[in-house]
Each structure stands twice: as structure tokens, then as C-alpha cells.
Nanobody, 122 residues
Framework: QVQLVESGGGSVQAGGSLRLSCVAS????????MGWFRQAPGKEREEVAH???????KYAESVKGRFTISKDNAKNTLYLQMNSLKPEDTAMYYC????????????????WGQGTQVTVSS
């Protein structure tokens, strides 16, 4: 089992920055791949960024160049640094984890945090 707890959301003006954190506990194998997702009201959930066991990263086109995903294995913490925020980034942001074995075979992430709200005003 894996437990995930996000923090760092809040309200900012367009152009501002926020850093989200996700503290993970439980099976290391089952959180070898981790990602950040977001869901805005009335929209489907989308994967914003992904990081695998060796630190390779992927980003949604909408956030490339503005968001950076990283992890500190010593602190069991996943981060999402969000710069140049836009009103369209407003959403609930979720941390997710699973084994890379499962993720790389197309399985949905099995473990999710409770979410942290990000609101960007124009």
C-alpha cells in the first residue's frame, strides 16, 4: 500500500508561481512511477507530469516549459514547481503513484492523494 498527501495549493495571480508537494509512504516498489494530475470543474482529468524510477520526466504540452516535476527520494517527496501560471491552470491537483511495471503497460495509477486546489486569477 501507498499513502500520498499533497500540499502547497493556493490562490495566485496570473504569472505567479506555486510549488506543490506530495509526501509518499508505503511500498517503494509501488511508487516507483509518480505523476501529477489535475481536474477542473466540468473537465476530464489530465496528466500534467510524470517521473519514473530513474528520473525521466514527461509533461503535457500545455505545461511544458512552465512546470517542473521532481522528487527527493531521501524525503519521500514529489514536487511540482509551477511557474508562469495561467487562469486555465486552475484545477484540483492530485499526486498519483504506482509501479513503473504497471504504468508502462498502460495501467491507471493505483494510488492517489486527496488533492490540493490551485486557483489562478487573471
Amino acid at each position: 500500500q501507498v499513502q500520498l498527501v499533497e500540499s502547497g495549493g493556493g490562490s495566485v495571480q496570473a504569472g505567479g508561481s506555486l510549488r506543490l508537494s506530495c509526501v509518499a509512504s508505503g511500498s517503494t516498489y509501488s511508487r516507483s512511477c509518480m505523476g501529477w494530475f489535475r481536474q477542473a470543474p466540468g473537465k476530464e482529468r489530465e496528466e500534467v507530469a510524470h517521473i519514473d524510477r530513474v528520473g525521466m520526466t514527461k509533461y503535457a504540452e500545455s505545461v511544458k516549459g512552465r512546470f517542473t516535476i521532481s522528487k527527493d527520494n531521501a524525503k519521500n517527496t514529489l514536487y511540482l514547481q509551477m511557474n508562469s501560471l495561467k487562469p486555465e491552470d486552475t484545477a484540483m491537483y492530485y499526486c498519483a503513484a504506482d509501479s513503473c511495471w504497471a504504468v508502462e503497460r498502460g495501467s491507471e495509477y493505483n494510488y492517489w492523494g486527496q488533492g490540493t486546489q490551485v486557483t489562478v486569477s487573471s
